[in-house]
C-alpha cells in the first residue's frame, strides 16, 4: 500500500511518549542503515476551549451633565474630580454666586421673581420650605412670602445683592382737599431705603493675574453746543474675557437727554465694556444747544477703581477734562408769572412762581406788587419785601404767602400779584423783558375745616415695614378722603408695595395710618444658584477652570456611578462572535486580580473611534469585589466554546490538505500510517480530534532525518 512504510526498530520498542526515537531504514540490498528521528504524542483526552481576548476599561457610568444655566464667569470652584457633594454643598461659583446642590425633579432654567408663575417656583418654595425657610401656601406663583424665604436663604449663603443700588428714599407729604381739610405746616415725612443684602461677593474670588492698566483720552478739550466728543479707554493688554470698566462722570455741565431739561450734554454711561482682546473702546457724547445763558461748564469722565473686584488698575491718564465755552448772550429773558392754585383756603399757603424763559448765568432781581380785596396782616401775612431775585442757573422762583386762619363768616376775597417791568441804572440795557401773564390771581376762601399734619419718617431696609401718620387738630365729622403724594428715588409699585395717594380718616378719627411696605428687590433667584440631582453623587470630572467665562448650556461638571463599571470595546469581527451570557475572565491589571464574570450588556450599533474605527461596547459584571482605579486597562478572556474531555492531539500533528484532514500514527512495529481525522475546536497546541481516532494511539508530531547513536 502506498501510504504504509516499513521501518526497521533500532531501539526497540517505543517506551517514552514524547521523547524522539531514531528509527532505522533500509533501502534495497544496501546494508547501510539510514535513520529517522521522529517525535511521538500519545492522543489524549483533554478539555479545550475557545478563548477570545479582548481590551477593557474600568470606569464609573456618567449619570448626569451639569451644564452652566447662565452666561458667567466661574469665579470659584470647590469640587474636584472624585469629590463627593452632599445635598446643601456649595459646588461652584459663578459671577461671586454660589451654585448649591439641592434636591428636585429638574433643573432650574429661568430667572425667578415677583410674580413668575410655574412648575419650577413650587420647585423653589418646597426646596425652601424643606431647607427651614418657610412658606405657608406651596404653589406655583413667586410671591412675596417666597421672596422673603429667598432672601432669608441667600443671605445664610453670604449672596451678593441683585445690584449694587445705593440707598432710596421715599417722600409722602399731604395734598390739599380744600373742601375737607387744611394742610398744616408739617406736612412731609421721609424715609431712607436700605439694602437687605450684604454686599458680600459670595465665596471668595482669586486675584486676576495680567489685569489690564486703563488710560482715557478725549478728542478735543473744548467742544461748543451743537458739537460732540469722544472719549477713548486704552489698555496695555488686552483682556482675555469682556471687561466692564466702572466710569464716575462729574463736572459743572449736566448730562441728560433733553436740553429743554436743563441738559448740556448726552449721558455718559457710568459703566463701559472692554471686549476681549481689544485694546480699546470709544464713546461719544453730543453737546445740546440749548436756550439758557451760560459760563463756561466742563466734563470729566473719570476711570473709578473696583476695589472689590480688581480686575483692572487705572494708569496714569484715568481722567478726561473737556470744556464746553459760555455762550447765550443774545438771549433776551421774559419774566411770567402763575399761581399754585386759583382758590385758597384759609390757614393754607399759596406760591406765586415767577419763571423766566431763558436761564442766565447771572441773578435776574425784579419787583412785584400785591394787590385785591384781601387785607394785608390781616387776611394774608405780608412779605417783608417786594424785590425777588432768580438767581443764576435757575429758571424760577417761588413767591410763596402765607394766608391766615379766622373765625370771621366773610365772602371770599383776592389776592393779585402782579409783576412790574424792569428799570435798569442809568446808562444800562435791561436785564429782563416781561412776557403774558404778568398777572395772578388767586381767591382766598373762607372756611372752618380741620388742619391736617403728617407724622413719620427714618430708616427702613428692603423687606421691613414702616409708616406714617395723618393728624387733625381735630375730629372729622364725617368720612374724609386725605390725599397725599409720594416722591423720592423709589418707586411706587417698584420699590415699595403700591400707594394709591388716598386714604380715608373715618368720622370721629382724628388720624389715619399709611403702611409702607418695602419690596425686597434685591432678591432674585437666578438659575444657577441651585443645582438640581440625585444628590449625594460624585464628582466626574470638571469641565472649566476658575477665571475661565462660560455660555450657557457649557458644561461645567459631569456626575458620575459611586460604582466602578467594567466596559469594553471589540471591532465588527470581533462582535460577530459575542453575545450577552458569555463566561468571561478578567485580568485586572491594576492589582493582580483575576475574577470571573458574564456579558452583561452589548451594544447593537457602532460607534466611531478615535482613528475613524468601528467599535462596538459592551458591560462586563463580575462576581467578587476587586480594587482599581478610574481608567485601568483589563484584560478581558470571552470563552466562545468548549469542548469537555475530547480526544486531543496536537496542533503539529495534523496534516491539512484540501482532500481532507490526517494524523500519522505509529505502532510498537515502528509502523507509521496515515489516518484520516475529522477535528473540531482548536486551543491553543492543541486540537479536538471528533473522528478517526479512537485514543490509544500514538501520533507522529515530527519527522527529520537522524544519525544511530554509536557505543562508546
Known sequence: ????????????????????????????????????????????????????????????????????????????????????????????????????????????????????????VKQLETILNDSGYKIRDIDTLFTEETRTALAKWQFDRQYSGSSNESDETITASLSPNGAAYSVGRENTAAFIVTQAVPTSSGSSLRPTVNKPKLNISASTSTVAEGGSVTFTITADVAPTSDLTIALTIGGSATGGDDPANDDDYESIETNVTLPSGQLSVPFTSE??????????????????QRLESGEYDRGSTYLARVYIPENGSELRPLLTVKASSETISEGSSVTFTVRTSVKSNRDIQFNVTLSGNASQD??????????????????????????????????????????????????????????????????????????????????????????????????????????????????????????????????????????????????????????VADWPARIGKVEVDEGEFVLQGNVVLSLTEPQFTITMKVSPTDRAELEVGQAVSVDLKVGGQILPGVISELNDSANVGAAGEELYEGTITVTGDFSAVDGATVSIDVTLAEALQVLAVPVAAVLRSADGDEVRIVNDAGTITRVKVTIGLIDGEWVEIKDGLKGDELVVVDIAAGNVASAA
Open 378 to 531: 390781616v387776611d394774608f401775612l405780608t412779605p417783608d419785601r417786594d424785590t425777588y431775585t432768580i438767581n443764576a442757573g435757575s429758571y424760577s422762583v417761588d413767591v410763596q404767602i402765607q394766608i391766615r386762619r379766622d373765625n370771621t363768616v366773610e365772602p371770599d376775597e383776592t389776592l393779585v400779584l402782579t409783576l412790574n417791568s424792569d428799570t435798569p441804572p442809568s446808562g444800562k440795557t435791561d436785564r429782563y423783558f416781561l412776557g403774558t401773564p404778568t398777572v395772578a390771581e388767586v381767591t382766598i376762601e373762607s372756611d372752618d375745616l380741620p388742619e391736617l399734619s403728617l407724622v413719620g419718617g427714618g430708616t427702613v431696609a428692603e423687606g421691613g415695614t414702616s409708616s406714617f401718620r395723618i393728624v387733625a387738630d381735630a375730629a372729622v365729622t364725617k368720612d374724609t378722603s386725605v390725599n397725599y403724594q409720594l416722591s423720592g428715588t423709589a418707586q411706587n409699585g417698584a420699590d415699595y408695595k403700591a400707594l394709591s395717594g388716598t386714604i380715608i380718616m373715618r368720622a370721629g378719627s382724628s388720624s389715619v395710618t399709611v403702611p409702607i411696605n418695602v419690596i425686597n428687590d434685591d432678591v432674585i433667584f437666578k438659575p444657577s444658584d441651585m443645582l
Open 1 to 120: 500500500m502506498s501510504n504504509i512504510k516499513k521501518i526497521g526498530l533500532a531501539t526497540g520498542l517505543i517506551a517514552v511518549i514524547g521523547v524522539a526515537v531514531l528509527l532505522g531504514r533500509q533501502s534495497g540490498g544496501d546494508s547501510t542503515n539510514n535513520e529517522l528521528l521522529i517525535t511521538p504524542r500519545a492522543v489524549e483526552r483533554r478539555d479545550l476551549s475557545d478563548v477570545l481576548t479582548v481590551s477593557g476599561e474600568v470606569r464609573r457610568d456618567e449619570t448626569k451633565k451639569i451644564n452652566s444655566a447662565v452666561d458667567g464667569k466661574v469665579s470659584q470652584i470647590n469640587v474636584e474630580d472624585g469629590d463627593t457633594v452632599e445635598v446643601g454643598d456649595g459646588v461652584f461659583a459663578l459671577d461671586g454666586r454660589t451654585a448649591v446642590a439641592v434636591p428636585g425633579e429638574f433643573s432650574f432654567y429661568r430667572e425667578l421673581t415677583v410674580g413668575s408663575v410655574g412648575p419650577d
Open 287 to 304: 453737546i445740546f444747544v440749548d436756550n439758557t445763558i451760560e459760563d463756561q461748564e466742563d466734563i470729566t469722565v473719570e476711570l473709578s
